[in-house]
């Protein structure tokens, strides 16, 4: 796994990164001033955390937590065989800690063995494998029994990739994720420093908010929890009740995902294509790209009852023989037969015509094997002779279907555009009857040269 640290002095001498950053979010207890209180630095320390806890629980509990905006990944411009660029962006983990990049950053591609602290702070390194146990034992003691396996692995996997013998390098797959982290900087001296053992104790005086990019060789244990479909419940309704009946938890994830690299191989380019934004990563919608969604749903929702097609002549998906469909259905010289559609308003009478009012003739061939044929049949469309018409019919010509479809197998297939035919009020007619402008019209019938064929 390999690391890039945030540019908030962590890189500079003299400064560490904090190790034990709190998840849990304790019971809220304040500082009551009163005049000749004596205020040490635990009451600033107190008064601090109080704020930020809050601030936490408001931003899990009320909004959730992920990526609000940025942070895409993409490779680099310039050396996209050995890194990748994540934008500036803003991003809230699921402990409430606030992510941000102020502008875009590298990440080297390659991941190496993790390598441990130095020693000089050994204290660190317990503290840290404290706070990995917040997320529980099941990451933090899978990691411990695999250690050595794994750091084996890797390193077998650096030598393969250094050996230039090696003329056919295994694509592998990288997951990226950000985590917060804090930079102690400005140390000073502390010589009132109760947890001193001498004279010359040093102490931060500022904790920088900042950020790390980790990449990992391997799917992590937490990432398809941290991942998965929070709207996995089959009925959008259970999922509702389910979310209210209980407080979100804090799962103290390791960090955030942002995307998997598919298919690299060392030493070549990565392509935007091979990177996976979306799916890996949780998104956290902010207000105003919600007023925005819902301005759009509300635009494309129509406030009044839209025009549908209430009423045809022809019985849906009816099976009958050619004579039955000649006599009900194509028209002569002596009567007019054809495919009555009525609409319960008044539509634009020239936007129906014989391209957004047709039949499709499918005919079936007498060995299964073979491929169907299939015609657009030529037709005649009747309306009124008027701007607006409540009404409209299709009427194959009887040439065409005294030669062609007398005494044949065949299926027709009536459809109506309706995404192009608007009502008088402008609104586009509603051919699926799903409360929506706009649709396709479809209905057939299933001809036969007798009712045994």
Same mark, same amino acid.
Request: overall charge negative; glycine content about 4%; hydrophobic content about 30%.
């Given at each position: 796994?390999?690391?890039?640290?945030?540019?908030?002095?962590?890189?500079?001498?003299?400064?560490? +990164?904090?190790?034990?950053?709190?998840?849990?979010?304790?019971?809220?207890?304040?500082?009551?001033?009163? =005049?000749?209180?004596?205020?040490?630095?635990? +009451?600033?320390?107190?008064?601090?955390?109080?704020?930020?806890?809050?601030?936490?629980?408001?931003?899990? @509990?009320?909004?959730?937590?992920?990526?609000?905006?940025?942070?895409?990944?993409?490779?680099?411009?310039?050396?996209?065989?050995?890194?990748?660029?994540?934008?500036?962006?803003?991003?809230?983990?699921?402990?409430?800690?606030?992510?941000?990049?102020?502008?875009?950053?590298?990440?080297?591609?390659?991941?190496?063995?993790?390598?441990?602290?130095?020693?000089?702070?050994?204290? !660190?390194?317990?503290?840290?494998?404290?706070?990995?146990?917040?997320?529980?034992?099941?990451?933090?003691?899978? =990691?411990?029994?695999?250690?050595?396996?794994?750091?084996?692995?890797? !390193?077998?996997?650096?030598?393969?990739?250094?050996?230039?013998?090696?003329?056919?390098?295994?694509?592998?797959?990288?997951?990226?994720?950000?985590?917060?982290?804090?930079?102690?900087?400005?140390?000073?001296?502390?010589?009132?420093?109760?947890?001193?053992?001498?004279?010359?104790?040093?102490?931060?005086?500022?904790?920088?908010?900042?950020?790390?990019?980790?990449?990992?060789?391997?799917?992590?244990?937490?990432?398809?929890? @941290? $991942?998965?479909?929070?709207? &996995?419940?089959?009925?959008?309704?259970?999922?509702?009740?389910?979310?209210?009946? !209980?407080?979100?938890?804090?799962?103290?994830?390791?960090?955030?995902?942002? &995307?998997?690299?598919?298919?690299?191989?060392?030493?070549?380019?990565?392509?935007?294509?091979?990177?996976?934004?979306?799916?890996?990563?949780?998104?956290?919608?902010?207000?105003?790209?919600?007023? !925005?969604?819902?301005?759009?749903?509300?635009?494309?929702?129509?406030? *009044?009852?839209? $025009?549908?097609?209430? +009423?045809?002549?022809?019985?849906?998906?009816?099976?009958?023989?050619?004579? *039955?469909?000649?006599?009900?259905? @194509? %028209?002569?010289?002596?009567?007019?037969?054809?495919?009555?559609?009525?609409?319960?308003?008044?539509?634009?009478?020239?936007?129906?015509?014989? =391209? %957004?009012?047709?039949?499709?003739?499918?005919? =079936?061939?007498?060995?299964?094997?073979?491929?169907?044929?299939?015609?657009?049949?030529?037709?005649?469309?009747?309306?009124?002779?008027?701007?607006?018409?409540?009404?409209?019919?299709?009427?194959?010509?009887?040439?065409?279907?005294?030669?062609?479809?007398?005494?044949?197998?065949?299926?027709?297939?009536?459809?109506?555009?309706?995404?192009?035919?608007?009502?008088?009020?402008?609104?586009?007619?509603?051919?699926?009857?799903?409360?929506?402008?706009?649709?396709?019209?479809?209905?057939?019938?299933?001809?036969?040269?007798?009712?045994?064929?």
């Amino acid at each position: 796994m390999s690391t890039a640290i945030a540019d908030c002095g962590c890189k500079d001498p003299g400064t560490r +990164e904090k190790a034990c950053l709190c998840c849990d979010i304790p019971v809220f207890c304040r500082n009551n001033y009163y =005049r000749g209180k004596l205020l040490t630095e635990r +009451e600033f320390a107190d008064e601090q955390r109080y704020l930020i806890d809050k601030m936490r629980l408001h931003s899990v @509990a009320l909004h959730g937590w992920g990526v609000v905006c940025g942070l895409m990944v993409k490779p680099h411009p310039h050396c996209p065989e050995r890194r990748l660029v994540v934008s500036e962006g803003f991003a809230v983990d699921d402990c409430g800690h606030e992510i941000r990049l102020l502008k875009d950053d590298d990440c080297i591609l390659l991941p190496k063995p993790e390598t441990r602290p130095p020693a000089a702070h050994p204290e !660190q390194e317990h503290e840290r494998e404290e706070t990995q146990r917040e997320y529980g034992e099941r990451e933090h003691r899978g =990691r411990d029994e695999d250690e050595d396996e794994e750091e084996e692995g890797e !390193q077998a996997g650096l030598a393969e990739e250094q050996d230039g013998c090696d003329d056919a390098p295994q694509p592998r797959t990288l997951y990226l994720c950000i985590r917060y982290a804090e930079c102690e900087t400005e140390f000073s001296p502390a010589p009132f420093d109760d947890c001193s053992c001498t004279n010359s104790s040093l102490r931060p005086n500022r904790v920088c908010e900042g950020y790390k990019l980790e990449l990992y060789d391997h799917e992590p244990k937490f990432w398809e929890e @941290a $991942t998965q479909d929070a709207c &996995a419940d089959e009925h959008c309704r259970e999922y509702y009740h389910h979310a209210r009946r !209980q407080c979100p938890k804090l799962n103290c994830y390791p960090c955030l995902p942002l &995307a998997v690299i598919r298919d690299v191989i060392p030493g070549q380019r990565v392509t935007a294509d091979q990177i996976e934004n979306w799916k890996p990563r949780r998104q956290l919608v902010s207000t105003a790209t919600l007023d !925005q969604v819902v301005r759009c749903i509300l635009d494309r929702i129509p406030t *009044e009852k839209l $025009t549908y097609i209430d +009423e045809t002549n022809w019985e849906h998906a009816r099976r009958c023989t050619c004579h *039955e469909f000649m006599s009900d259905h @194509a %028209s002569s010289h002596e009567r007019i037969r054809g495919f009555h559609i009525h609409f319960s308003d008044e539509v634009r009478s020239a936007a129906i015509d014989t =391209r %957004s009012f047709q039949a499709l003739v499918v005919f =079936r061939p007498e060995n299964m094997e073979n491929p169907r044929h299939m015609q657009i049949a030529p037709a005649h469309i009747d309306k009124e002779h008027d701007e607006k018409t409540r009404w409209c019919r299709l009427r194959i010509d009887p040439a065409y279907a005294r030669k062609h479809l007398d005494n044949q197998n065949f299926d027709l297939f009536i459809t109506l555009k309706c995404d192009h035919i608007p009502d008088v009020h402008g609104r586009r007619v509603d051919g699926n009857r799903d409360n929506i402008q706009g649709g396709t019209f479809e209905s057939w019938i299933r001809v036969r040269r007798t009712r045994s064929s």
